[in-house]
């Protein structure tokens, strides 16, 4: 059974400030987890713009949207548009409403399934997620964003099951690697989360944000030297001194959590995707 030290415990703490950012930009998430829009073949999964300002490709979409929201195609560039500019509650509805329209699109699911993770509402993702791909013919990206799901509802267990099947239809991918790494984190067994992120990190394939994910891990364990090499490890300077900002931002805020003396901690909750 894991046991914190007082300085684990504080840095626990900052579990629902870290994995949200990570996890969806890791997942997918999600979260390292993965987009599961760019699953199964989406429809136009790819094409949505990457500018900037998300603010211009809702203008270019809006009115075709408008003129037909029940177009697949459309709903799942106008919702990642939405979802870009923050507009989370606004993507959920507008692909809830061409699911209505399109019930056995299969790419329309996932995007929906997406919206929903980084709207908070985790079992509804994790159920409309379940719709979008079959049993006979199981979506290891889905699986992993299912996993992630499950995580953030606390059912970490239930969680890795879901992760050891992505893992058996694609193994060792980092993407899945890291999602299940911070699931070790979110049930506080550290030590697991680092064997989990560094198999994930010595992966060639891997995300650039794997390294970040595992370089929190080592903060939280009070390895800081450590943890700033991996960060900035053969990067470019720019990108190095970017990482390890990043990092001290992110273990930072371990200190803002700290409880004032005599004052009881609080378990951790759950983070939200972003």
Not at 171 to 186: A, C, F, R, T
Request: a positive charge; proline letters at 6%.
């Amino acid at each position: 059974m894991f046991r914190q030290s007082p300085r684990q415990g504080r840095a626990l703490r900052l579990v629902v400030f870290f994995v949200s950012p990570l996890m969806s930009a890791l997942c997918l998430g999600s979260c390292q987890t993965t987009d599961p829009t760019d699953v199964t073949g989406s429809i136009g999964a790819r094409t949505a713009s990457h500018a900037s300002d998300p603010r211009r490709d809702i203008e270019a979409l809006r009115d075709r949207y408008r003129a037909n929201p029940k177009d697949p195609e459309l709903a799942l560039n106008y919702a990642k548009a939405l979802r870009a500019a923050g507009e989370r509650s606004q993507a959920v509805a507008v692909l809830e409403q061409a699911t209505i329209a399109n019930p056995s699109n299969k790419a329309l699911l996932a995007g929906y399934g997406r919206a929903l993770m980084d709207n908070g509402n985790f079992q509804q993702a994790f159920d409309v997620l379940s719709q979008a791909h079959a049993p006979e013919d199981p979506d290891w990206r889905i699986l992993s964003v299912q996993g992630a799901a499950l995580d953030q509802l606390g059912r970490y267990e239930e969680a890795r099951q879901y992760y050891a099947s992505a893992l058996r239809i694609a193994p060792n991918e980092p993407s899945v690697l890291s999602n299940l790494g911070l699931s070790y984190v979110l049930s506080k067994d550290l030590a697991k989360a680092e064997e989990v992120l560094r198999k994930a990190y010595n992966n060639p394939d891997k995300d650039p944000r794997v390294r970040l994910n595992l370089a929190v891990v080592l903060g939280l364990e009070g390895r800081q030297a450590e943890a700033e090499s991996i960060a900035k490890a053969d990067l470019p300077v720019d990108e190095a001194n970017a990482n390890v900002a990043e990092l001290k931002r992110l273990l930072a805020r371990k200190e803002a959590a700290r409880p004032s003396p005599g004052e009881r901690a609080t378990p951790a909750a759950a983070a939200r995707l972003n």
